[in-house]
């Protein structure tokens, strides 16, 4: 899997928009885009993914530049329950690829919603 | 749906004892995955599998072993506990499918070596 950098830490004020950027510049052609949240101590969640195009669900925004070298999420809207550490993550879709199935974390970016 | 569940919550070894963490879902996830967490840090796998009988190593498989004989069970065992091996551990599963692969993560277990 491709590796992925992102900021140690963020922080954002309440009720804007948190842009949580992460380069990815090695990524594959069938390597997909993944964000995972984990807040305190509890098992990380999934937020959205995206292989081209730009996604959004009821959490979050994922745009995805057409390089595909990098990626940003967007939390249109922060909450002080928004406050966590993000991962950025790139794998190979079920397709192929000898690593199929495989997850694997980075750091992460802390963020931080202050009111 | 109980989803992922793991059990011991939390745990308490000597050094050198042995203990199995036990992974159950009820998904019918083809994936399931073993992860630690250490203080402070982000998460390490430590195994996988992408189907019953199929296991492979993570980045940090050494002092530990798994098993895969059903989709839905997939136990971690330490050998011969050790203070490095004091962390939390993240069970999850996902499904198989092109693409959408969304992994489902248990409430961990809070193992402390002494």
């Known amino acids: 899997d491709a590796k992925t950098t992102q900021p140690p830490s963020m922080d954002c004020a309440e009720g804007r928009a948190a842009n949580l950027p992460c380069n990815h510049s090695?990524?594959?052609?069938?390597?997909?885009v993944y964000w995972y949240r984990q807040i305190h101590s509890q098992g990380p969640q999934y937020i959205i993914h995206?292989?081209?195009n730009n996604e959004t669900n009821e959490m979050a925004s994922l745009i995805i530049t057409e390089d595909r070298k990098s990626s940003t999420l967007i939390l249109p809207h922060a909450t002080l329950r928004d406050t966590a550490v993000y991962y950025c993550?790139?794998?190979?879709?079920?397709?192929?690829?000898?690593?199929?199935?495989?997850?694997?974390f980075g750091q992460g970016t802390i963020l931080t919603v202050h009111p | 749906n109980a989803g992922v569940t793991q059990t011991p919550k939390f745990r308490i070894l000597k050094i050198g004892q042995s203990m199995t963490l036990q992974c159950t879902q009820d998904?019918?996830?083809?994936?399931m995955y073993w992860y630690r967490q250490d203080p402070g840090m982000g998460l390490k796998l430590i195994y996988y599998?992408?189907?019953?009988?199929?296991?492979d190593k993570g980045e940090v498989p050494n002092g530990y072993n798994v098993s895969r004989s059903t989709t839905e069970d997939f136990p971690l065992r330490l050998e011969l506990a050790a203070p490095s091996q004091t962390s939390v551990y993240f069970c999850?599963?996902?499904?198989?499918?092109?693409?959408?692969?969304?992994?489902?993560f248990g409430q961990g277990t809070r193992l402390t070596v002494v």
């Open positions: 998904m019918n996830h083809n994936y």
């Open positions: 599998s992408v189907g019953a009988g199929i296991t």
């Open positions: 999850a599963s996902g499904r198989q499918g092109t693409g959408n692969t969304e992994a489902f």
């Open positions: 090695t990524i594959s052609g069938n390597e997909y």
């Open positions: 995206g292989l081209k």
């Open positions: 993550i790139v794998r190979v879709g079920d397709a192929g690829g000898t690593s199929y199935g495989k997850l694997t």
